[in-house]
């Protein structure tokens, strides 16, 4: 299945932290067909445990929301040469990052972030908030 926009970690905690950036998100949410990378819950885990929040709500709230996609051999396998060819153009791009615009790009989907590290990455399939 085909997803018109794949959010990353950044992006849902922008909403659920109510800022400017989390209203546009909002935005693509309420106008459907938005997937998420399994990837984003466990880091929204360890944002919740270092925060000391309750990550239930923020994860039903996601899985309600968005279709949670798999990390699958394909996605795995091909986001270490994205990783590499991500860093020649910002070198603070983490494996978790590179993981996550991959499955956008696995799935068809434009890759949502409002990412530092992507915000001079002028690269197709990007939308950053």
Not at 8 to 16: I, N, R
Not at 99 to 116: C, E, L, N, R, Y
Request: glycine fraction near 6%.
């Amino acid at each position: 299945m085909n997803y018109r926009y794949v959010l990353d970690t950044y992006a849902w905690a922008e909403l659920f932290d109510g800022t400017e950036k989390g209203k546009r998100v909002k935005e693509l949410i309420d106008n459907g067909d938005v997937a998420t990378s399994i990837i984003a819950l466990a880091e929204l885990s360890d944002k919740c445990a270092k925060e000391t929040r309750e990550l239930e709500p923020f994860a039903s709230f996601i899985q309600a929301k968005s279709a949670v996609l798999p990390l699958t051999q394909e996605i795995a396998l091909n986001s270490g040469k994205l990783k590499k060819e991500l860093r020649n153009l910002s070198k603070n791009v983490s494996l978790a990052d590179a993981i996550h615009f991959q499955t956008a790009k696995s799935f068809g989907a434009t890759f949502v972030t409002g990412d530092p590290d992507f915000r001079e990455l002028k690269l197709k399939g990007i939308l950053f908030l």
